[in-house]
């Protein structure tokens, strides 16, 4: 069971357990409207109940596919951005082994240095490709996936190529229509979720199935997460404790929250947790800007304007309560002066330099830690239904809509003009 825990010893102590509980107390009734999904746009709110877009025949379909291109693939292709592949990611980075489909990430650039190298990867390779897109008029994807198309039937043939060729798209959108044009498998992208809340769904879960990874693990985690969130009292509950602590912080002056962890695994989560909340809260003129760091390495960076710098940030540490992993640190015939730590496990050392962390950052700023009980595809399942549904209601509280970007739009207008669209 995932814990939430506060440690404020800073001189304003602005977290108090009176008034967080207080806070909590009269933020209930958004838990309760989120559980039943008044006020909320219900054409976004299709995560919410895990099986909808995760059931059985979606992970028997997904896991058949999977198997056919691990037999006739060295690698595949995931094509997307944003939404469309930061939760996949986060999970293959964290847990794909050396064996196995090779996953390789396009759609997400528009350099063609990047792009060249993405291609060099496929060099001499059996590949198949998914191209996840919900309104395929996002340009990085689109032109990746054209890209890719033009490599698979130079390399295969047209109707291989067609065989290697998988979309994830909207139902309706040109991209399905492509797909019943040129013969390729079509996946539907959940007409009622966006893109970063679709952990999920075909979306994410094709490619960690492609990786070898266990899908059913990571859903019965999130429907174990849905299931408590949606049980647990106002005050009992850290999701809503959670988003209610962010909003009294920002409400205090705090401009940044800061998600840190001492285990680099999670350095793709990273990618994924702010995606959500800089898009789902930075709307209106408001929200908190979320970064992360990736311990204890970037102690010996960004610690120093932590522990020092300008008032502006709070953090959140994401710690793992079960050890993962052993390594002893032996004794040495050389004297290195690091004999203090002889016949200690690593596992312990970053422990105590996690603890030692908090305990100073807890000084000069508000920290919050939220502990999972081990870092697997269970937990992983948790932590994505926790942040998203934590981020919904910390999104309500701070009076924006969680699922939409308006200011994304913005840059793309100027873009497509320069670049010559149609319409633009
Ligand atoms: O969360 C979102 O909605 C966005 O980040 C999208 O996922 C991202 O812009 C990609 O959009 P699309 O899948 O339509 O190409």
Known sequence: MLSLEILDNTP???????????????????????????????????????????????????????????????????????????????????????????????????SPAAMNRMLSML?????????????????EPGASFRVLRQLLVSRFGKEEAARRTIATGTPGSRLEEICREEGYTFLAFPTDIGGRYT?????????????????????SGAMEMQRQLYALPAEENPALRYAVIRNMLYNDGYKLEM??????????????????????????????????????EELHSVGQFVQDGSPILFET???????????????????DRFGYLDGKDFWEINKASFTA???????KLPCLTLTIDRLDMETFGELFYFYQFTCVLSSLLLGVNPFDQPGVEAYKGWMFKALGKPGA
């Open 199 to 219: 952990a999920m769904s075909n979306v994410g879960l094709l490619p960690m199935a492609v990786a070898g990874l266990d899908i059913r693990a990571l859903v």
């Open 357 to 363: 962390t908090r305990t100073a950052h807890a000084q």
């Open 259 to 296: 998600l840190s962890s001492f285990e680099p695994q999670l350095k793709w989560f990273y990618k994924w947790w702010i995606q959500l909340f800089a898009e789902s809260e930075g709307k209106c003129g408001k929200g908190l800007f979320p970064v992360a760091s990736e311990y204890s």
């Open 12 to 110: 304003k102590k602005l977290l108090t357990d009176q008034r967080v509980a207080a806070s909590c107390r009269e933020a209930a009734p958004v838990l309760d409207a989120v559980k039943a999904g008044t006020g909320l746009d219900i054409d976004s709110m299709g995560w919410m109940e895990v099986t909808k877009w995760a059931g059985e025949q979606t992970l028997s379909r997904l896991e058949e596919i999977a198997a056919q291109v691990a037999a006739d693939s060295d690698a595949f292709v995931v094509i997307g951005v944003g939404g469309s592949n930061n939760a996949a990611r986060s999970v293959v980075k964290a847990f794909r082994s050396e064996s196995g489909v090779e996953i390789i990430w396009a759609g997400n650039t528009l």
């Open 317 to 335: 540490f994401l710690d793992i309560k079960e050890q993962q992993s052993s390594l002893i640190c032996h004794p040495d015939e050389v004297d």
């Open 123 to 139: 060099d001499g390779k059996r590949f198949t490709i998914d191209c996840i897109a919900k309104n395929f008029e996002t340009l």
